[in-house]
């Protein structure tokens, strides 16, 4: 059974960070797309960042520069390093592998974790 689980979450004035980490289990994907995806209060699940099996990156528009994804494949884990946070950045962050691409359309996950809480105060 393929179990994502993410941790690092929590409370944080504007303009702090953050390190989001997800800890795969049940199979690894060391040769899969793994990324991140938030769900703001009232809004639908929104894509933020995803990583390819061979390292290239892509996010979305209103995290980058600030925000980094990133992979250990020897330990079946991915984290999000999120740095300048705005209140806008408050949502539950879901951890998602498998599935794809990464690039040439939407990130489609296979797998989704149970979802982690950020909150930015102002």
């Known amino acids: 059974q393929v179990q994502l689980v993410e941790s690092g979450g929590g409370l944080v004035q504007t303009g702090g960070s953050l390190r989001l980490s997800c800890a795969a289990s049940?199979?690894?994907?060391?040769?899969?797309?793994m990324g991140w995806f938030r769900q703001a209060p009232g809004k639908e699940r929104a894509f933020v960042a995803a990583?390819?099996?061979?390292?290239?990156?892509k996010y979305a528009d209103s995290v980058k520069g600030r925000f980094t994804i990133s992979r250990d494949s020897n330990k079946n884990t991915q984290y999000l390093q999120m740095n300048s946070l705005k209140p806008e950045d408050t949502a539950v962050y879901y951890c998602?592998?498998?599935?794809?691409?990464?690039?040439?359309?939407?990130?489609?996950?296979?797998?989704w974790g149970q979802g982690t809480q950020v909150a930015v105060s102002s």
């Open positions: 049940g199979r690894t994907f060391s040769r899969s797309a």
């Open positions: 990583i390819n099996w061979f390292g290239s990156t």
């Open positions: 998602a592998a498998g599935g794809g691409p990464v690039y040439g359309g939407a990130y489609s996950p296979e797998y």
